[in-house]
């Protein structure tokens, strides 16, 4: 009889190593062995990138192996055919076969003694944690002093000038898996929900790995970011009195996952280039559509909504991704238009279920775009980042001979530039209409940061064009005075045009 003991990656107050994030699936061990001791060599046939599972179960909607190929039933989604993409869509029953005819060699080789993740004390330790118990004996990896001011920093999530990245050093990268951990214990909605705590800590390890970390922008820093903004908004008195259970936690998860597995170019970029996300989703919010499915993949695979019911579940799934839609920049004016008609009419009821999902769709909206409105320290970071990967976009564009989209010509664009066409056209009208929702001094203090920002960003421009001007008359005459001295005499002595230059010098 084998047994299968599900652990939990890490407990939330210890961070998790690169080598646990490529980890998938639970650690099977056999009845007949010791569980510390060397796995039965049959069950180490059936591990593939460090998964392992129940070879009688064929009904994995989403089990991926070997780090990059996935596997998927014939449930589910349609499979994305990928040519020399990593991603591979693999049969399942074939993958079976070929793992069952691989056993014999298998168990023919010498046994090994294999160190688990977490020791048996561990393990129960980590799990009376996960499943609220207050835990006796702490275990830190962390020095306790990043610990600590992690902790500080959580007390003050809703705080507006929350520094992500800070706190991303404290956690050791994993900014994304301990805020969003947090706040869905801080609202409840583990226990609300019964939400496996095992089932839920994969989830959230497996989002964050999809993110891609080499993105200077769409990173899970970002995710991060817009779920903590999320946070402040979904706390404001107009919402925070109207949201239900489940509003709250379809807005923290679709925050969470609202731009997964991004592969840093944008949508222009895939049309042109053919790509098969392009080709999948017509051409049509294709990122975003990727990001959703990919969000419900990972939902699927981890089993977090398992024990709901079935109509429960898909319908979270379509909430989810008509919250992860909203945030297709290309629909912003019809996102826009919509919200300054009901702000007009003034017809917005927050019982109307239908009314609250648009005014969640329309914080993350904000959510996502909020980098102009942050402090000048956090909101210059965010947009030199986001320009680096514009500017990267470009750079293969130019490279492979391509029309070089809008804003990623590092040539013909500045920061400075991109970030006032950007707050001027795109986030100022945003937040303007929300501060018309919800007058509060967040609003205020929003709108206040963007006005000062796009004023130190203006102020910068004006600096870099009055040093270009400076520099280009100076190289004009130098040439010309270098010309007459040329012109004048082939002498040895100093030229009389020299002179005055020389007394400009000094």
Not at 227 to 235: E, L
Not at 284 to 292: A, D, G, P, R, Y
Not at 310 to 321: I, P, T, W
Request: with cysteine; net charge neutral; aromatic share 8%.
């Amino acid at each position: 009889m084998e047994v299968c003991y599900q652990l939990p990656v890490l407990p939330l107050d210890r961070p998790v190593p690169k080598h646990v994030l490529s980890r998938r699936g639970a650690i099977s061990f056999s009845s007949s062995s010791s569980l510390f001791g060397a796995p039965d060599p049959r069950q180490l046939s059936q591990r593939r990138g460090a998964i392992s599972y129940d070879s009688s179960d064929q009904t994995a909607l989403y089990i991926r192996m070997l780090g990059d190929v996935r596997v998927r039933s014939q449930v589910g989604f349609e499979p994305e055919r990928r040519s020399s993409h990593p991603y591979l869509y693999i049969d399942f029953r074939t993958l079976h076969t070929r793992l069952g005819c691989g056993s014999t060699s298998a168990s023919s080789a010498p046994e090994r003694r294999v160190h688990r993740l977490l020791s048996f004390q561990r393990y129960l330790h980590s799990s009376r944690l996960l499943r609220g118990v207050p835990q006796q004996i702490p275990l830190h990896i962390l020095d306790e002093d990043y610990t600590g001011q992690a902790r500080c920093m959580l007390e003050k999530v809703g705080n507006w000038n929350f520094d992500i990245f800070l706190f991303d050093r404290l956690t050791n990268g994993n900014s994304l898996i301990t805020l969003t951990f947090h706040l869905l214990n801080q609202y409840g909605l583990v226990e609300l929900y019964q939400l496996d705590m095992v089932k839920l800590w994969r989830f959230l390890v497996m989002v964050q790995e999809d993110y891609h970390s080499d993105n200077p922008y769409h990173n899970a820093i970002h995710a991060a970011d817009v779920t903590q903004a999320m946070y402040c908004y979904m706390r404001e008195p107009m919402l925070a009195k109207s949201l239900t259970s489940r509003d709250i936690l379809l807005g923290l998860l679709a925050a969470a996952t609202h731009d997964l597995d991004h592969p840093g170019v944008n949508q222009p970029f895939l049309i042109k280039t053919d790509h098969y996300l392009a080709t999948l989703y017509r051409n049509t919010s294709v990122l975003e559509n990727h990001h959703w499915k990919s969000a419900v993949g990972l939902l699927r695979e981890t089993g977090l909504f398992s024990h709901l019911p079935a109509e429960d579940s898909l319908n979270m799934e379509r909430e989810l991704g008509s919250l992860i839609l909203a945030t297709d920049i290309s629909r912003q004016n019809d996102y826009l238009s919509k919200f300054r008609l009901h702000l007009d009419q003034e017809n917005l009821c927050l019982s109307n279920a239908s009314h609250r999902h648009f005014l969640l769709q329309m914080a993350l909206k904000c959510a996502d775009i909020c980098n102009p409105c942050r402090p000048w320290e956090l909101s210059k970071q965010w947009s030199e980042k986001v320009t680096k990967e514009f500017f990267q976009q470009g750079d293969i564009e130019k490279k492979h001979k391509l029309e070089v989209s809008p804003l990623c010509d590092r040539v013909a664009n500045t920061v400075g530039n991109i970030q006032m066409g950007f707050m001027t056209y795109v986030a100022e009208p945003l937040f303007a209409e929300w501060a018309r929702f919800s007058d509060t001094r967040l609003s205020q203090t929003m709108l206040g940061h963007m006005g000062l920002n796009k004023a130190s960003w203006s102020g910068l421009q004006q600096e870099q064009t009055s040093v270009t001007e400076e520099v280009e008359p100076s190289t004009t005459g130098t040439d010309v005075e270098d010309a007459a001295a040329r012109k004048d005499g082939n002498t040895g002595g100093t030229s009389s045009k020299e002179i005055p230059q020389g007394s400009r010098e000094s």
